[in-house]
């Protein structure tokens, strides 16, 4: 595991990059902890990147009629969202900032988190993007059709934000057939690799935290700013 902090003039950031596989539901006391303190002004704000076993975790929008094979773990999340899948392969994002110095805005949250996963990206040479009515990070797999190459479920609680995004690496796609990814059943799931890209977790956490300061300049935008 790496560590490092970061300080600027809206407090001081812990950037955590483990580089073994963390239990979801570890990571999700871990994650609940955490949030508190941050409330309570006793924590650093944090972002922190891994990988977990394979598990399916449901949102609270979560249908059951979505989840058509269990044959892993599933685990209630307490994020937005529906069903999805996390494992090996899988390279996650937890954010955790204190949105009470942030301005207050989950949309601009989002939107900045769906604005860092694509720059990044796109810098591992993959265009993506957001598309209307249909939660994720989408592009172009290799037979032509739109595909999520990555997924956002945020949960905010008292102004303090928890859970964040995933980005397909070079996991098992054929994991995710045991669900209704997110409720979106007329489109497919693909990677980095399925794409033809490899690369390593530790090289997509540097480009990843290379772009960190545009997506702090995302959240400390004016209010009025156009998105």
Avoid at 39 to 54: F, I, K, R
Wanted: hydrophobic letters at 40%; proline letters at 4%.
């Amino acid at each position: 595991m790496v560590k490092i902090s970061s300080c600027g003039d809206a407090g001081c950031i812990e950037y955590r990059c483990e580089s073994d596989q963390v239990p979801y539901r570890d990571a999700l006391a871990a994650m609940d902890e955490r949030n508190r303190a941050i409330g309570q002004g006793t924590a650093q704000e944090l972002v922190w990147l891994l990988d977990h076993p394979p598990v399916y975790t449901a949102g609270t929008s979560a249908a059951a009629a979505e989840m058509l094979d269990p044959r892993f773990e599933v685990v209630e999340a307490g994020r937005g969202g529906r069903y999805t899948y996390h494992g090996p392969g899988q390279r996650i994002g937890y954010v955790l900032f204190d949105l009470k110095t942030r301005g207050r805005d989950i949309r601009r949250f989002v939107h900045a988190l769906e604005g860092w996963v694509i720059d990044t990206l796109g810098d591992v040479g993959v265009e993506s993007w957001r598309a209307e009515g249909r939660i994720g990070i989408w592009t172009r797999d290799i037979d032509g059709s739109e595909a999520k190459i990555g997924a956002i479920g945020v949960r905010v609680r008292r102004w303090v934000t928890m859970h964040g995004f995933s980005v397909n690496l070079a996991p098992d796609l054929s994991h995710f057939s045991g669900i209704v990814p997110c409720g979106i059943a007329e489109y497919g799931v693909t990677s980095l690799e399925r794409l033809g890209i490899t690369l390593a977790p530790e090289a997509w956490d540097e480009a990843l935290l290379a772009r960190a300061g545009d997506f702090l300049a995302a959240l400390e935008a004016n209010c009025g700013d156009k998105l």
